[in-house]
């Protein structure tokens, strides 16, 4: 019994360890009505992972109002990148 237990304890580890160490994606599409957004996540990753995942750094769930506040107010703030629909949506 200890080794089944040894054995599925030892596997739980390894899957949610590969898991957390798995290459994020390059870029991330998010569908929306005005037109897919492409997100280019790798040009975004040399800023910083918590600047947008927070401090426990996992898959977001974005929705409009809070990927228009995340992204549209970093990029006003930094004076850098879109911040008009047409820019980021594309039909």
Not at 8 to 20: D, G
Not at 31 to 59: L, M, R, T, W
Request: proline share 5%; with cysteine; glycine share 4%.
């Amino acid at each position: 019994m200890k080794k089944i237990l040894t054995t599925m304890l030892a596997v739980a580890f390894v899957a949610v360890a590969s898991s957390a160490l798995a290459a994020p994606p390059a870029e991330v599409v998010l569908p929306a009505k005005q037109g897919d957004v492409h997100f280019n996540h790798k040009a975004h990753q040399a800023k910083g992972c918590k600047n947008c995942h927070g401090e426990k750094v996992s898959k977001i769930e974005l929705d409009k109002d809070k990927a228009h506040k995340l992204c549209i107010d970093c990029h006003k703030e930094k004076a850098a990148g879109p911040t008009k629909c047409p820019d980021c949506h594309k039909k």
